[in-house]
């Protein structure tokens, strides 16, 4: 995995004093998004497009100097075998069990991977940290409740969520709701196009990962 690194953004002088400052800030660290699927014309693609912008969003306006980059499509097999029995482990944990994530998908590019799964799993993620990439494993499209509308944005959001670092919550009516709450996917479900919030834990807990020097 490549390693973070930081870009260095020279900003302007101010004017205001006589001889003038030169203001230095880094600039937001970006983790690469690769995402692998065998179908061009997925809907999960558009899905991933819209997390992302969705998180960037948040995590500027939460003052985090983390962002995700834009999603690269990869297109290619995805071992389905082993995302069903990795979706196994860390569903039956809790998300509190990170296995190895798969060769074939550890060799790709990219400081996360998106697979989008052509097979009935439970979605899942695998935090990113330093010394591994994140993992999302995405459930078929065709299968409710990913194929209910206004879910598969969520649902990627939610994963993406785990990759950050935050963990499940059992507040319905937010973003990270989910096991051992009565939390499902389906909840998602709207006529409109909408992101379900973060609470105030979450930001918190995005604070504290990723202010800097947290990493």
């Not at 944005?153 to 709701?177: F, I, K, Q, Y």
Request: hydrophobic fraction near 45%; aromatic fraction near 6%; proline fraction near 9%.
């Amino acid at each position: 995995m490549k390693p973070v690194t930081f870009a260095i953004t020279l900003l302007v002088i101010n004017l205001g004093s006589a001889a003038g400052s030169l203001v230095v800030s880094a600039a937001p660290t970006s983790l690469s998004v690769t995402v692998v699927g065998t179908d061009n014309s997925d809907p999960r693609w558009r899905a991933v497009e819209e997390a992302v912008e969705f998180w960037n969003q948040q995590l500027k306006g939460i003052g985090v100097d983390i962002r995700l980059g834009p999603p690269t499509r990869l297109i290619q097999s995805v071992p389905d075998d082993a995302l069903r029995q990795l979706s196994a482990v860390v569903v039956g944990g809790y998300g509190q069990i990170e296995p190895a994530i798969p060769e074939e998908l550890r060799k790709i590019p990219g400081d996360i991977v998106v697979a989008f799964s052509n097979t009935d799993l439970i979605s899942f993620a695998l935090q990113w940290r330093p010394e591994r990439k994140g993992l999302v494993g995405m459930r078929d499209a065709n299968i409710p409740p990913l194929s209910l509308p206004n879910v598969p944005r969520n649902v990627v959001a939610h994963e993406l969520g785990h990759v950050l670092g935050l963990v499940h919550n059992s507040d319905p009516a937010a973003l990270m709701c989910g096991r051992p709450a009565p939390c499902r996917p389906s909840l998602f479900a709207s006529g409109g196009n909408q992101f379900f919030p973060l609470t105030a834990a979450d930001i918190s807990a995005l604070r504290a990962r990723w202010h800097p020097g947290a990493r």
